[in-house]
């Protein structure tokens, strides 16, 4: 062998040997995910208003748009002036009742005065029976007085109600006009533009809360006895300078199956391997993202 080939050799070994060196050792492997959330709308109609574009992050609670709602809410005022005309013909029992309260009173003190006369043998018994009967008619004219009118009152009550309970679906659907944003996240996707018409169910906008992402990995039965819920792990992710960048994740969930290893996860000889899916959150600074690949190492 010349000195070149030797040379040549030498450095081939030697690259072997620092590439060797520089393979980073690790448990398992996966990518991230995120719990991704479609918002539909619960309303037809035209999209006036929707302030949402992609890679925006939104609060939960935020209106971020409108659809149409000018014939609900005509609808909602006739409803409402159906009502109020109903009302009106709901009976005054305060003033039919007053002319009879009044000639009762008036009986009533009139019967007083002749009891205490004919107790003085000043006036004769008839008297005396002919104002009780009268008070006793007058009572029975009051009585039956207030049934009619609670009668009167409690049927258009009840004509009422299904007109309110109209009104009150009427409210619940202009609510539903309202596009409000229901999580905290960022929006992965955008389905809708203003002035479309839009109907219920139709997805608008894809959301996930990215604070903190989730990585599945997968493991070996033999690498089961070594991992618990809630155990911390160290997950490693490409720093793009050719070396890694560790943080901390915890470990959420531990499939209770095994599956075959996912195509894109292993080589094709390993996909035949039986392996557990377990999920990792980890806190996202901004830089990890949904799909990228990662590495776990676990307490030894």
Do not use: H
């Not at 939104?58 to 005309?85: C, F, H, M, N, P």
């Not at 169910?201 to 996930?208: D, E, N, V």
């Not at 943080?247 to 094709?268: D, L, M, R, Y």
């Amino acid at each position: 062998m010349n000195k070149n080939t030797l040379i040549s050799t030498f450095v081939s070994v030697a690259s072997l040997f620092a590439a060797c060196s520089n393979q980073r050792p690790y448990d398992a492997s996966g990518t991230f995910e995120a719990v991704e959330t479609v918002i539909s709308t619960d309303a037809n109609g035209k999209l006036l208003q929707f302030n949402v574009e992609e890679g925006q992050t939104l609060e939960k609670g935020k209106t971020i748009g409108y659809i149409d709602s000018v014939q609900l809410y005509l609808k909602k005022v006739q409803l409402q002036s159906q009502v109020r005309a109903t009302l009106s013909q709901k009976p005054d029992a305060g003033s039919q009742l007053a002319p009879l309260q009044t000639q009762l009173e008036t009986a009533k003190k009139e019967q007083k005065r002749l009891t205490n006369l004919v107790a003085a043998n000043a006036a004769n018994q008839k008297q005396l029976d002919d104002i009780s009967a009268q008070v006793e008619l007058i009572q029975k004219q009051i009585e039956s007085l207030q049934k009619n009118l609670s009668l009167t009152s409690s049927s258009l009550d009840a004509q009422i109600k299904p007109l309110q309970a109209q009104i009150d679906q009427i409210d619940d659907q202009l609510a539903k006009c309202k596009i409000i944003n229901p999580v905290n996240g960022t929006v992965l996707s955008k389905y809708a533009e203003t002035n479309e018409l839009v109907l219920m169910g139709k997805p608008l906008y894809k959301i996930a809360d990215l604070s903190e992402i989730i990585l599945r990995a997968y493991l070996t039965n033999d690498q089961l006895t070594q991992i618990k819920l809630s155990q911390k792990v160290k997950v490693l992710t490409d720093d793009g300078k050719g070396g890694s960048k560790p943080c901390e994740g915890i470990v959420t969930w531990i499939s209770n199956k095994a599956e075959f290893t996912p195509k894109t996860i292993q080589t094709k000889d390993e996909r035949a391997n039986l392996v557990y899916a377990v999920k990792i959150n980890v806190k996202n600074d901004g830089l990890l993202k949904i799909g990228m690949y990662a590495e776990v190492i676990l307490e030894k």
